[in-house]
């Protein structure tokens, strides 16, 4: 039998990851997944994020993605996922699965700006464009969140990416009343009865953070919502495929979780979280 998790977060060299789908899938199959799920970057008319996200003609990508659930029949569940970002020029419309994220927030002149490219992009944002106001560019981040969250997708990426690079505090206090009401408030746009929250590791595998995402707080409010969550590694290369498990699991337990949710062929299994 094989593992109680599964890897359906993960990019490929298909737009802003390391490996193609097939060495993707190989490492999920090798580290023991039900499931392999491919979740490529949705295009956004951004002209920044070219080569940074799938093509708007997703063709290559469908038949790539089917030629693997084919090779891997009956030894592990390939699906055909989509990460959407909050200014996707495409839709979901054909994937078994979506994964809705917020990669942008508006500034106060009403340019956006990608809260997850890297620290010093982040710090010119913070000091130019909102005049280093923590609370400013939290509620603005969080309101795209809020948007994303109430169109109910299966999965809600990675849900206070705000915080990729703030582990020292370095752009807000997530401890401030304020910065986690704007973060509550986004949380609780989203439907439980529909949507999965995700435990996220992908920044810690890339070096960003020493914890998952989302903060223990949002796990415990979700919980008391009745909201379920799943395991993501939101990786990136194929050595990264279920990178962390065990501490986002361990994260999991603190919130009062006893379970995850493998999204499969057939539709969703519950797993014990005992990674």
Not at 111 to 129: K, N
């Amino acid at each position: 039998m094989r593992g109680a998790f599964c890897s359906v977060h993960t990019h490929s060299r298909m737009c802003d990851g390391k490996n193609t789908l097939a060495e993707m899938a190989r490492a999920a199959f090798e580290a023991g997944a039900v499931s392999f799920g491919a979740s490529g970057h949705s295009h956004t008319p951004l002209p920044e994020d070219e080569g940074e996200v799938l093509p708007a003609d997703m063709t290559a990508y469908r038949a790539e993605v089917l030629r693997l659930r084919e090779e891997y029949a009956g030894r592990m569940d390939v699906l055909l996922g989509i990460e959407l970002d909050n200014l996707a020029d495409v839709t979901a419309e054909g994937f078994d699965y979506w994964i809705g994220s917020a990669h942008h927030m508006r500034d106060r002149e009403g340019g956006w700006h990608a809260v997850d490219w890297d620290r010093e992009t982040l710090e010119r944002c913070f000091r130019e464009d909102f005049s280093g106001r923590s609370r400013m560019m939290a509620e603005s981040y969080y309101d795209e969140v809020r948007r994303m969250a109430e169109r109910k997708p299966d999965i809600l990426g990675h849900v206070d990416l705000i915080a990729k690079f703030n582990e020292a505090g370095r752009f807000f206090d997530e401890t401030d009343p304020a910065y986690q009401a704007a973060a509550l408030e986004a949380l609780h746009a989203a439907d439980p009865k529909e949507t999965l929250l995700e435990i996220n590791t992908g920044a810690m595998s890339r070096g960003y953070r020493s914890v998952p995402y989302p903060a223990l707080f949002l796990l415990k409010e979700w919980r008391a919502m009745g909201g379920k969550i799943i395991l993501t590694a939101d990786a990136h290369s194929a050595d990264a495929i279920v990178y962390g498990y065990a501490q986002a699991a361990e994260l999991g337990r603190a919130a009062g979780f006893a379970r995850s949710v493998l999204p499969v062929l057939a539709g969703r299994e519950e797993r014990p979280l005992d990674i």
